[in-house]
């Protein structure tokens, strides 16, 4: 099974940038996702790492470790927008099985 | 449509009763998966399917859950004598397919379950 462990809340101010971690424990990592969720909506995609490194798209960027099991979503040039949930998840590939297993989700809130 | 959809946005039931929840996933989309969403939790893992079939229904809580998709398109999460516990927002979330390029889960609106 999969442990995910993430931060319950962070806050961060408009213009600046925030980096929310990830940890995880796996027997098949098979891939890592990052969703925002804004209350009340659903998840949408924001990122996949499945190698090593620095994925970077527009103002938000994703890291991934996997013999740390370590990830962390960056934002840059916050926005009040970007208040929302961000939800890391982890695709677990055992016994002919591929499963998504989310975390909590860190509720980031943008002050001006 | 354009995107996934889900039927109906809201239920509310009495406990014992039998509810029925559908997904529309985006045309083509061969990956179909059930989560159920509790507040200020992530969505929880129910079933994924892979065409008709159901590759992996190890996150179903109990036999009163029960998901089809008969064709390889509609789904439907199926509930029998439900409990309060059942309370929660099912999301149905589809992907082109499983690989790198192509796993990225687009997500419906959401069923809103109340059972009384």
């Known amino acids: 099974g999969q442990n995910i462990d993430q931060p319950t809340e962070m806050t961060a101010t408009e213009g600046a940038i925030v980096q929310i971690n990830c940890t995880y424990q796996t027997s098949g990592f098979n891939g890592l996702f990052w969703y925002q969720q804004h209350a009340g909506e659903a998840p949408t995609f924001l990122s996949y790492?499945?190698?090593?490194g620095l994925e970077e798209k527009g103002r938000f960027s994703s890291f991934l470790s996997r013999s740390k099991g370590y990830s962390y979503l960056l934002l840059k040039e916050l926005q009040m927008k970007d208040s929302a949930s961000y939800l890391c998840a982890v695709r677990d590939y055992s016994g002919g099985y591929q499963k998504v297993t989310f975390g909590t989700g860190t509720k980031l809130q943008v002050i001006p | 449509g354009a995107g996934v959809s889900q039927t109906p946005s809201n239920k509310v039931t009495e406990k014992g009763k039998y509810v029925e929840l559908r997904c529309d996933p985006i045309s083509g989309h061969t990956a179909l998966y059930w989560y159920r969403q509790s507040l200020g939790q992530g969505p929880e893992f129910l079933i994924y399917?892979?065409?008709?079939?159901?590759?992996?229904d190890s996150g179903l809580p109990n036999d009163r859950f029960f998901a089809v998709r008969p064709e390889g398109s509609v789904s439907t999460l199926k509930i029998q004598r439900t409990e309060r516990g059942d309370s929660a927002v099912y999301l149905c979330?589809?992907?082109?397919?499983?690989?790198?390029?192509?796993?990225?889960?687009?997500f419906g609106p959401g069923t809103r379950l109340t059972v009384l």
């Open positions: 790492n499945v190698l090593d």
């Open positions: 979330a589809s992907s082109a397919g499983t690989s790198r390029r192509n796993n990225e889960q687009f």
């Open positions: 399917f892979q065409g008709t079939g159901a590759a992996d």
